[in-house]
T-cell receptor, first 115, second 110 residues
Framework: DTAVSQTPKYLVTQMGNDKSIKCEQN?????MYWYKQDSKKFLKIMFS???????INETVPNRFSPKSPDKAHLNLHINSLELGDSAVYFC??????????????FGPGTRLTVT | GDSVTQMEGPVTLSEEAFLTINCTYT??????LFWYVQYPGEGLQLLLK?????DKGSNKGFEATYRKETTSFHLEKGSVQVSDSAVYFC?????????FGSGTKLNVKP
């Protein structure tokens, strides 16, 4: 009965490869997010989708492509992986978005290591 | 632009000590403020929140008061436990975007 789940938990791959991370939420939320956390624990938003529509797209290389097949899923595909992509990627969801204090629920994270 | 600044860690305390983690923010408009906690190997969990000036958020013995005049949202706990060891993130939401501070690692020794 996990609220926000991500797969895989660990991902080790070589430079130049293409990989995907999957995220699913069973909370019935409308909005989902991808965050990147670097080695210093700094957390930065990458993308946000509301009802399958992209609403936030931060300055992220176009090698990163999110896809939301339905409200409950937001996947992240990364092409031509680089060493600097090594980080922990967190998926999150919230009931809605806006200036209201919508709590975000985070997944357990996917630790990506590019060698 | 909007941002959150937290005190750098790590913060190391003995059990039952008083905890303060400073957080200040810069925002246009009227943001809501949050503290999230990240235990080792886990995702972030909401600890407490405040939605307007002078609101006090509290949970599990932690408290923070939304101070508009000083643009601060400092986290406090009167008596920390070893189980409080984690990374704490201050955050705000403004115009649909969440902004997180850099995180403060807390180590509590028995």
């Amino acid at each position: 009965d996990t609220a926000v789940s991500q797969t895989p938990k660990y991902l080790v791959t070589q430079m130049g490869n293409d990989k995907s991370i999957k995220c699913e939420q069973n909370l019935g939320h409308d909005t989902m997010y991808w965050y990147k956390q670097d080695s210093k624990k700094f957390l930065k938003i990458m993308f946000s989708y509301n009802n399958k529509e992209l609403i936030i797209n931060e300055t992220v290389p176009n090698r990163f492509s999110p896809k939301s097949p339905d409200k409950a899923h937001l996947n992240l595909h990364i092409n031509s992986l680089e060493l600097g992509d090594s980080a922990v990627y967190f998926c999150a969801s919230s009931e809605g978005y806006g200036t209201y204090s919508y709590e975000q629920y985070f997944g357990p994270g996917t630790r990506l290591t590019v060698t | 632009g909007d941002s959150v600044t937290q005190m750098e860690g790590p913060v190391t305390l003995s059990e039952e000590a008083f905890l303060t983690i400073n957080c200040t923010y810069t925002a246009t408009g009227y943001p809501s403020l949050f503290w999230y906690v990240q235990y080792p190997g886990e995702g972030l969990q909401l600890l407490l929140k405040a939605t307007k000036a002078d609101d006090k958020g509290s949970n599990k013995g932690f408290e923070a008061t939304y101070r508009k005049e000083t643009t601060s949202f400092h986290l406090e706990k009167g008596s920390v436990q070893v189980s409080d060891s984690a990374v704490y993130f201050c955050a705000l939401i403004s115009f649909n975007k969440f902004y997180f501070g850099s995180g403060t690692k807390l180590n509590v020794k028995p």
